[in-house]
Every structure is written in C-alpha cells, then in structure tokens.
C-alpha cells in the first residue's frame, strides 16, 4: 500500500472513531508496527492527529468541560504518580493555591500537615478536611459538572492573597496556544492564582498536550509543568517549559 494512502485509512479511522491502537492500525493497513509507529510519528508533526501510548487520538480543536467524576476516572495511575511529583516541591509551613480539578485532586492525598491551602475547588476542600489540613475555601458561583467556585467574588478574594505555590489544572497544552481552559471564568481564576504566585505548577497527563481549549490562562512560560514519565510530547515542549517528570 502507498504511504499516502495508508495515511488517508489511519486519518479516516481515526476520524470516525476518535481513537486507535496500534494493533488496530496494523490490521487496517496490513504494515508492521514500526511503519505504522512512524506514520503516526509523521501525521502528528502535520497536525492531524495525536499520539497516545499505544496508538492515537484525534485531535480536538475545542474542548468542552467534563463532569469531575468522569475526568477523575481518565488517566488516573498518571495522575496519581504526577500529583506524588508535585508534592515533593512542597516544603512544611507553605501556603498553597490548588485549582479546581482532577490532577490537582489527587495532590491532596500527598501533602504535608503543616501547610495552609487555598482552592476554588468543592470536593478538594472537604478532601483537605478530612487530611487535616487548614483550608480555605473561597466564595462564589458553584459550576455544577466540575464543582469549581468561579465568578467576581471568588476573583476579588484571590486577589488579596499571596501564594508560595500554585498548583493549576489546564484542559490544553499548545506550543502556540499556551495553556487552555474551555470556560472563561474558571480561566480568569487561574490567571489571578498564577499572578499571585511565587511559583506556578500546571499538572497535567499526557492528554492534554496539544489540545486547545476556547480560553488561554498562561503562556508556557509563565508556569512550569508536571506530567507523567512516559508523555510522548516533553521533547516538543521541553525547550518552551520547564518540564518536571513524575517517577
């Protein structure tokens, strides 16, 4: 078969289904795993779709807001060894701002005692209590799939505040687009945390590189990035971010 032409059959799969595996690939074209390994590794340097572990995704341009509890069900081994990363930067005393959000959820589980955390998220601040951690919540607008509190309040509260850290969420990560969220209020909140910051870390698994979400928070230099060890994409972002590796 032609190379163009068992690019168009990869592209169509997985156009139609969203997603595929290599062995999928390998069976739709009848090539070797390491000609399909390097067709894929092609048509994501043209921007037509995205490698995963294991096969590829499709991309999507935009983003749209999951419930909590599906988000927490995708990409959790990843998410838990990058919220262990994170949590070694975390020093005894320190006053923490931790996002809204999946991967930030699973950070909780890993912080020290003696430590002060702000958030904007409902179920992280109930998790924190039951940690024992001094927590504070901040007021506003509940967002009903994600259980984020958004809106003027929240912002003119974060704006009083000075972080050591701040831990954020992002639903993408492009070279171009920066750092992504589809909802423009819950983008407004990061950006204050982030500028309220000492340091800023975005936690992310290996999905969220190159997406684009409706509304950028940061540029990739304004925050420092934790993901898992196995991202197929650190050396295409490596030069633009620091890049921390969970273990």
């Known amino acids: 078969m032609l190379t163009v032409n068992r690019h168009e059959k990869i592209l169509n799969y997985v156009n139609d289904y969203n997603s595929a595996t290599l062995q999928q690939l390998c069976d739709l074209t009848g090539a070797s795993e390491s000609t399909i390994r390097r067709d894929l590794s092609t048509l994501e340097s043209l921007n037509k779709l995205k490698r995963v572990h294991g096969g590829a ?119 171009k687009a920066g750092f992504t969220t589809p909802d423009s209020l819950e983008s407004n909140m990061k950006q204050v945390a982030i500028s309220q910051s000492k340091q800023s870390f975005i936690l992310a698994d290996e999905s969220k590189f190159n997406e684009i979400a409706f509304h950028r928070f940061a540029q990739l230099d304004e925050c420092e990035i934790i993901t898992n060890k196995d991202n197929p994409y650190i050396k295409q972002y490596s030069n633009m971010s620091s890049i921390h590796l969970s273990k």
Do not use: C, W
Not at 127 to 133: C, F, R, S, T
Not at 134 to 162: D, H, S
């Open 57 to 175: 995704q499709k991309i999507t341009r935009q983003i749209i807001d999951q419930d909590m509890t599906i988000k927490q069900q995708l990409f959790h081994d990843e998410k838990v060894a990058i919220a262990k990363a994170a949590s070694k930067l975390i020093t005894e005393e320190s006053l923490l701002f931790i996002d809204a959000g999946s991967s930030t959820y699973e950070l909780i589980a890993f912080l020290p005692k003696h430590i002060h955390v702000v958030t904007n998220g409902l179920n992280h601040a109930h998790a924190l209590l039951q940690q024992g951690i001094n927590t504070t919540l901040v007021g506003g607008q509940i967002k009903m799939n994600t259980q984020a509190i958004i809106g003027y309040q929240a912002i003119k509260m974060l704006e009083q505040l000075n972080f050591d850290i701040a831990f954020v969420g992002a639903n993408g990560i492009d070279l």
